[in-house]
């Protein structure tokens, strides 16, 4: 028998690999994919209590994180670009201009 | 999508419970191995396979119509969107590792596996019953029944998002315009460029006089011996990286120099490092 519970569990463990992959990774296009890791563990979650509720607002609410998901990533992607443009590297510790 | 219907008893109740399990390990297996791949490529194709399985998860939880956005939206586009961005940046990309914090990589377990404790305690308090029978709008329905709330409860978040994406396509735009800061060089400047450059003949195709024509397989020379020039820098070794390149990519690295220079904070923040370390940061 397959709970909401299990489903549950599956996305708290996606989240908080996502979320040491944020704390590890330094390159800023693997801590994005991270990012969105962690995103859709929390659609998993979404899902799941709509399905434990018998109503569709939760499915909704995923499609609206997918919706602004999608958004963030392109505009994370056009500013990671041109700071790679600009200082040839992708590395978050090289983005320290705001720290001198 | 009429599956709830369909599959019933305790044949569908033991292909539910195993179709869980193998998505549950091949999703944890696989953003396991995000985090833990060092080429950013590998961990692209990783991420893709958790979305996969999260979508069959979505069409078992009666989602069927979340299913198909993850697939298009997730999997399709902003996936796309990671390696062409990954494309752009360099293929080699591969994260160094070298702490530059020191423990760095401790704390974040630390803090991973109390994250997780905090997560599993607030849900192990949680009353989680068993999911109600599914009713029509899991199942055939659901796309009707989404479409109903979605343009009366939650119409307005809903023209939001809209604002959200025209702001998102301009913020994008901006973001990766570029100004041209010098003139248009010219075919003839071009052509100069070219002859001066001592190699005025496009690089030689890979795998032209070789068994295979893959883009992988090094053309031969007259004499025998393999054109290295042939493949691809990015192709040619199991691990190449950045030091291939001395100015990062080759394109463009004309158009580096300038940019380079007006970071003096970019250098000084590398010089304690040392030079070969600034290659290694991929």
């Known amino acids: ?100 | 999508m009429s599956h709830h219907m369909l599959l019933a008893g305790p044949a569908a109740e033991t292909t539910r419970v195993l179709a869980y399990w193998v998505l549950a390990v091949i999703s944890v297996t696989s953003a396991l191995g995000m985090i833990l791949a060092r080429r950013a490529v590998h961990c692209a194709m990783m991420l893709a396979l958790v979305m996969l399985s999260l979508a069959v998860m979505y069409v078992e939880l009666g989602a069927p119509f979340l299913a198909f956005v993850q697939v298009i939206v997730y999997t399709g586009a902003v996936l796309m969107l990671f390696l062409f961005v990954l494309m752009i940046v360099g293929i080699t990309a591969a994260d160094s590792i070298i702490e530059t914090i020191r423990g760095q990589r401790l704390w974040a377990a630390l803090g991973g596996i109390a994250l997780l404790v905090l997560l599993s305690l607030v849900i192990g308090h949680a009353a989680i019953g068993p999911s109600p029978p599914a009713t029509a709008k899991f199942g055939n329905g659901n796309l009707n029944a989404l479409a109903q709330l979605l343009f009366t409860k939650y119409v307005f978040p809903f023209e939001l998002t809209s604002a959200l994406l025209i702001t998102a396509a301009l913020g994008a735009m901006v973001l990766a315009h570029r100004e041209r800061t010098g003139p248009k060089p010219t075919q003839r400047e071009l052509a100069a460029r070219r002859i001066a450059s001592g190699r005025p003949t496009p690089l030689p195709g890979p795998g032209t006089y070789a068994q295979h024509n893959a883009v992988d397989m090094p053309a031969l020379l007259p004499d025998g011996t393999q054109s290295s020039l042939s493949v691809s820098p990015v192709l040619s070794g199991p691990t190449p990286d950045v030091s291939d390149y001395p100015e990062g990519l080759p394109e463009g690295s004309s158009e580096a120099e300038p940019a380079r220079l007006a970071s003096p904070a970019g250098s000084a923040g590398s010089a304690d490092s040392g030079g070969q370390e600034a290659g290694d940061q991929w």
Do not use: W
């Open chain 1, 1 to 100: 028998m397959v709970s909401p519970a299990h489903f549950i569990a599956l996305s708290v463990i996606l989240f908080v690999i996502g979320a040491v992959g944020v704390l590890v990774r330094r390159n800023a296009i693997v801590v994005f994919m991270c990012v969105e890791l962690m995103l859709n563990a929390a659609n998993l979650a979404f899902v799941a209590f709509a399905r434990m509720h018998n109503g569709l607002d939760g499915q909704l609410i995923a499609f609206f994180v997918m919706v602004v998901a999608a958004a963030e990533v392109v505009v994370g992607l056009a500013i990671l670009t041109s700071i790679f443009r600009a200082r040839r590297s992708a590395s978050v510790d090289d983005a320290n201009l705001m720290k001198y």
